[in-house]
């Protein structure tokens, strides 16, 4: 298994986890305890939750991109929607580390909260934050391998068409 390969199964490990995270606390606060919770703290995890099932469909789909072997190959297909949705997550969950760290800075200056509890959350900032930047950025590597691989195609069309082989 190649670096990149690895990186990826990580990113769908890291996902994995974060969507169970997100999808356990909506059911455990809403279903479980029967809490009354704001709209954010309702629609957030579900949201969360739902990009983060997506996301890792698009991961999935689009692990053979990164295989040694790949260049030239046909790209995997992978629908316009999950390409969206796969951002969107990214941007959500770099959006939630930054609000994270917002209500932290708030709670710890007011004295609300203790020195775990800092801690704990930090965790949970940096590991939000990471996927979220992660995700956009593997993205974007994944949208310049299917443009390599797209002008592969073209040219080995064109180089068919014409005779001309390669070496």
Do not use: C
């Not at 992660?134 to 443009?147: E, G, P, S, Y």
């Amino acid at each position: 298994m190649n670096f990149s390969k690895f990186l990826k199964v990580i990113l769908i490990i890291l996902t994995t986890i974060y969507t169970l995270m997100g999808l356990g606390f909506f059911v455990f606060v809403l279903l479980l305890r029967h809490s009354t919770i704001n709209t954010l703290g309702f629609i957030l995890p579900l949201t969360l939750g739902m990009l983060g099932v997506l996301s890792i469909i698009f991961h999935a789909k689009t692990y053979k991109a990164y295989s040694k072997n790949f260049t030239g190959n046909i790209f995997p297909k992978v629908s316009k929607a999950l390409w969206i949705f796969n951002n969107v997550n990214g941007v959500l969950l770099m959006f939630v580390g930054l609000l994270l760290f917002v209500l932290l800075y708030d709670n710890y200056h007011s004295g609300i909260s203790s020195q775990r509890d800092v801690w704990m959350v930090s965790v949970l900032i940096s590991l939000s934050f990471v996927i979220g930047v992660w995700t956009v950025f593997d993205a974007d590597k994944l949208r310049q391998i299917k443009k390599k691989s797209k002008e592969s195609q073209a040219k080995n069309v064109i180089d068919a068409i014409t005779g001309v082989e390669e070496d």
